[in-house]
């Protein structure tokens, strides 16, 4: 089996992107959102977070734009949908610890799913919702998976950049090391 991914967290971080889990791809080669397909990267960059399109492999430097990435449950599946409710519910504590330690500006939620599992919420809204956890604004975005066809790449921009322009308003791509 494939082993979970490390988070890229720190201190200090205007958002962090919280995807369901990682998925094989992406376990195996140690880096996030590398399934072919997907469109984190590329959405990332359109919305204004990079100054460029970061490649899997440069995950790292996203840190320097003061951004992170988690995953509510660690374990790498080929699909989300191979979770179960008991696993979300087990990873809750966990992931709010996380973000009472690292306290960012925002929590953005990478799916309807993860959130409403984790809320308790049946009918979960895209953009900014109500809560926060710790201090952190809570943000539900569609999954940039490949899989999920229910939005296209301009879909997926415009929800990004309604984050990035409330969660920093001076365009974050400028604050890159």
Not at 64 to 87: F, Q
Request: net charge positive.
């Amino acid at each position: 089996m494939a082993d979970a991914l490390p988070d890229l967290l720190v201190e200090g971080l205007a958002v962090v992107f919280c995807g369901i889990n990682p998925g094989l791809h992406a376990a195996a080669s140690g880096h996030h959102f590398a399934g072919r397909g997907n469109r984190f990267w590329q959405t990332l960059h359109l919305a204004g977070f990079t100054d460029r399109r970061l490649r899997p492999e440069d995950d790292r430097l996203l840190l320097g734009y003061r951004c992170g990435l988690t995953s509510v449950v660690e374990r790498p599946t080929a699909r989300a949908d191979e979770l179960s409710t008991a696993e979300f519910l087990a990873a809750a504590a966990a992931l709010e610890q996380k973000i009472a330690r690292y306290r960012p500006g925002c929590i953005a939620f990478l799916g309807k799913v993860a959130y409403g599992t984790l809320s308790g919420r049946t009918a979960v809204t895209w953009g900014r919702q109500p809560e926060t956890i710790h201090g952190s604004t809570v943000w539900v975005l569609p999954n940039p998976s490949g899989r999920n066809r229910a939005f296209g790449l301009a879909e997926l921009v415009d929800a990004y950049r309604a984050l990035r322009l409330a969660a920093c308003p001076a365009t974050m791509a400028s604050t890159a090391a």
